[in-house]
């Protein structure tokens, strides 16, 4: 039958090229629809009911002996919800440490309480209102201190509490830290954003002090003083040497406290030129060494003789009036030394109120001053 129907066929030249067509129409059942006009009327058997559908639908594949499987139809998946901010539903007393535990970049869905931040150009941008914490860019560029609150601040003293120490005994008052610590070291760290994390501004190196910690005498004081210049503050009486000539922080640091070790020995050393310096050449008025002095001495010492005499005389002389004998010239001996007298309570007095004139000027306090002292030296009564 094959034989006879290939006849037919225009387009099929042997009966091998039937064959292979024959095969694709066993597969295919378009092969039907597109050749039936060439089939015999005995071969309309052949012909599927399926045959009479449209030439354009495209018929799947079917592969003899595999079973057909249904098409998996694709899931369509259901979009949670977005639940609301977890600042909305966050309790009053809750623990604020667990919500912003550590430093991290503002988020608005965590912040319970409203932040406003940025820059509103014209009255109509965001009804002239600052913009609020959604969705805000300028509050993400600035650090926050969200996680530096007291509470956090309390945990992170009782985490580290452990390696303190207790504080050294004798250090309760500010005084006393300065009398035992009397140096204050000034050092900066800077964090910037670069190809390198140093900083040339972190190599300065600055230590302040007070003058008077240090053991110094006039000479040494004076000398120190011009030795410094103008880092000393005669207000405050704080000395302070800075250093930036060196690469590194600690070696600015050693070259302060190598500065400061210079200036101490150097202020202590006496040239021979400064040995021939008189009371005209002293930067101030020195009583010490001033003719004051001895005049003082001299006149403590004639009133002591005075005084004497004349109560010899009154014993021998009835009704005589003996002039009163200064209360401090009591405990004075006759052979006393000058420095015992110097160091009479009315002749320390009368020094201090006479350098005070001289090197401050007169005003009505040191006016007042040096009268009572001359009053007291020569026990004259108020009027």
């Not at 309309?44 to 594949?61: G, I, M, V």
């Not at 914490?133 to 530096?148: D, S, T």
């Not at 880092?231 to 000539?245: A, N």
Request: aromatic fraction near 10%.
């Amino acid at each position: 039958r094959f034989k006879m129907s290939a006849t037919v066929f225009e387009k099929v030249s042997n009966f091998s090229q039937f064959r292979r067509l024959l095969r694709v129409y066993r597969t295919n059942t378009n092969f039907i629809s597109k050749y039936s006009s060439f089939l015999s009327p005995q071969d309309s058997s052949l012909k599927r009911k399926d045959a009479q559908e449209p030439d354009d639908e495209f018929r799947t594949y079917e592969i003899p002996g595999a079973k057909p499987q249904e098409r998996m139809k694709r899931r369509q998946r259901k979009r949670a919800e977005v639940p609301p901010d977890r600042s909305l539903r966050m309790q009053v007393d809750q623990d604020w440490t667990k919500a912003w535990p550590t430093n991290s970049t503002f988020k608005q869905s965590v912040v319970p309480f409203p932040v406003r931040q940025g820059f509103v150009e014209k009255t109509d941008e965001n009804e002239g209102v600052v913009p609020g914490k959604y969705g805000n860019a300028e509050l993400m560029k600035i650090p926050n201190f969200l996680h530096l609150s007291p509470a956090h601040v309390k945990k992170h003293c009782a985490a580290i509490k452990k390696f303190c120490t207790e504080w050294p005994e004798g250090l309760e008052t500010d005084e006393s830290c300065d009398k035992h610590f009397p140096i204050t070291v000034t050092t900066s760290d800077y964090c910037k954003s670069g190809p390198s994390e140093r900083d040339f501004r972190a190599r300065v190196a600055k230590i302040k002090f007070k003058l008077s910690s240090l053991e110094l005498d006039y000479h040494a004081r004076d000398k120190f003083i011009r030795l410094v210049g103008d880092r000393y503050d005669k207000q405050s009486g704080m000395v302070t040497i800075e250093s930036d000539r060196c690469p590194l922080k600690q070696q600015n640091y050693d070259y302060c406290m190598y500065l400061l070790t210079a200036l101490y020995y150097e202020s202590w050393k006496i040239e021979p030129w400064e040995l021939e310096k008189s009371e005209v050449d002293m930067e101030q008025y020195f009583w010490d060494i001033s003719q004051s002095r001895q005049s003082a001495v001299n006149l403590v010492c004639t009133i002591k003789e005075i005084t004497t005499k004349q109560m010899e005389t009154s014993t021998s002389t009835d009704g005589a009036v003996v002039p009163s004998t200064p209360g401090y010239l009591a405990t004075l001996s006759h052979d006393a030394e000058e420095e015992a007298i110097v160091k009479l309570g009315p002749i320390q007095n009368y020094k201090h109120a006479v350098n005070s004139l001289h090197n401050e000027g007169e005003s009505q306090l040191t006016v007042e001053q040096y009268k009572e002292s001359v009053r007291q030296l020569l026990n004259l009564k108020a009027s």
